[in-house]
């Protein structure tokens, strides 16, 4: 049984998510990052606009958080990213801001959703 953890690091550590007693073998991107309490998305495929809450995303809603796949960045498009994968790729899903960003100066300001595949 494959166990994965859905935690934010930085500012909103406390807001962790644990998946410890579901079988995630099967979920897509967006069912990982619904999971999260501080991560809010709304819209559907092209239109899924990601906010995480945090101080940065707070005072600037409208750049979207940058995605790292695999320790390449990928950019700012959820869709874009989640097209990628089909269900059961994702190995685990971190949500990254504040001090926990930092590691990717300016384009971590919205925060950084770090993905880790079973690739």
């Known amino acids: 049984m494959l166990v994965l953890t859905l935690v934010a690091i930085g500012c909103v550590s406390s807001g962790s998510s644990s998946q410890s007693s579901t079988n995630t073998q099967n979920m ?70 504040g001090a926990g960003a930092n590691m990717y100066g300016g384009e971590g300001g919205n925060g950084v959703i770090v993905i880790k595949t079973n690739r």
């Open 28 to 97: 897509t991107l967006r069912e990982h990052l619904e999971r999260n309490r501080n991560v809010t998305l709304s819209g559907r495929n092209s239109n899924t606009r990601i906010a995480i809450r945090g101080e940065n995303s707070l005072s600037n809603p409208g750049q979207q958080p940058l995605f790292v796949v695999d320790g390449q960045k990928m950019g700012r498009s959820f869709f874009d990213v989640a097209s990628r994968f089909t269900p059961g790729q994702i190995e685990s899903v971190k949500v990254l801001v």
